[in-house]
């Protein structure tokens, strides 16, 4: 926790729970939020260049704004950026739509369109090439002595996602880069090393949803005329009310898979790892014990909370926690400290391999419950099994960066140094 982060109520005025430069110098503000769930859990923030909203830090009050999805609407927007979006929501990409920002009854209509494609059995067959993607990953990084060191966010962290979600979307593996790229520009849209080079923000943001547009285009015309087995066919060839969805419905289905599925993914391995690099204890039960890896997983969710927070929209007057919203009031989800309610976890601050029970908020809850929680933890438990399993030694090998963002929120770069058993 940081020194430097209000930690009386009266002083926080949710600035720096929501800009991303402290995220990126500082981490989460956890000093903030564990004394905002103690003194005021619903709180009025009024940060400078930002919307007004309330700070909901308690997992308690997060669940039940979630179970109201009619009177705590996402469409009015999720993510609360300086100075508005900036986006033109009438026309170009900016009317694309996507579940995540869509209310009852429309959105479970939508979801349904590929939600029976997620389930676990469905998901079953994916295993053998989520296996595969570990096995070489890991195998890349032993090499042919089994030492080295890398940044294990691009060496590992960023491509294991990225692999998966391009063969469900159809996307060819030489394209990988360019998608990865995109996504980045598109996600880490507050990290000037993230960025897409350009003056104009918004001219920078419109090409980007074009080129990406452009791309998708030619996959759902092909999966039109070829169905096959994949995500890319459900989507590609998706029905609402007995019509084929719109163009911009059915690319946005594609975009929110790619960008919810990658960078929320990416995060959450490379923070785990940097987890059990802290924690050697904790990685050395995992190695004794594989049984370990799934709770190790949710774990490791809760602790790197990858989405931060969301934003919700009340539609009427009405009560949270006893303090009165107004119509029309935005509130933020903070997911993040819901994760480290000491009234529902105990020894919150402590990274625990076998936690139980784990009743955390990473995958969000309710209504917008994450999609593609059982596809991420299929593939996230197959790389840590296989890294658990081969690690022979790892250690920190320079201070880890975090992206500037508080939104989406995770490691830019994490060196390591490590003697991993090698293939054979
Ligand atoms: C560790 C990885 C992941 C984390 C932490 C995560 C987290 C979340 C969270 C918190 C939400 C709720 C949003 C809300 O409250 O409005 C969400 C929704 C969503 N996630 Fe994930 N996610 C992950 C992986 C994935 C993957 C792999 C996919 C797709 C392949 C995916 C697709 C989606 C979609 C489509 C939604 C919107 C669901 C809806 O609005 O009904 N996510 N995710």
Redo the contacts with the bound molecule.
Sequence with gaps: MSSTQPDHPEAIDGFNLIDPSGYEDEGHPHSSWTALRQASPVHRCEPEGYQPYWAITRHADICSI?KTPNIFL?SPG?VNVQGGLGIDRESGVGAMR???E?DPPE?RVY?KVSSPW?TPNALSRLDEAVEASARELVDELAGESGEGECDFVNAVAVRH?LRL?ST?LGVEREDEPRILRVTNELFGADDPDLQREGEDRDAAMEALGLELFQYFSKIIEDRRVNPRDDLASVLANGKVADKSMGPMETFGYFL??MS??HD??K??IAGGMEALVANPLELARVKADQELVNPLFEEI?RWT???NY?MRHAARDCEVGGQAIREGDALA?F?ASANRDESVFEDPFVFKADRHPNPH?????G???????N??RR??RALFRELTSRIEFVESAGDPVWIRSSFVVGLKSLPLRYRIRPAG
Excluded at 361 to 365: H, P, R
Excluded at 367 to 373: N, S
């Design positions: 979630s996402s999720i996507t579940i995540i869509m959105h979801r997620f996602p979600l469900i929110i898979v919810a599925g929320t993914t995060n959450a969710v909370t990858p989405v969301m989800l997911y908020l990473g995958f969000g809850y209504e917008h419950f994450c999609l593609g929680a596809l991420a593939s996230a």
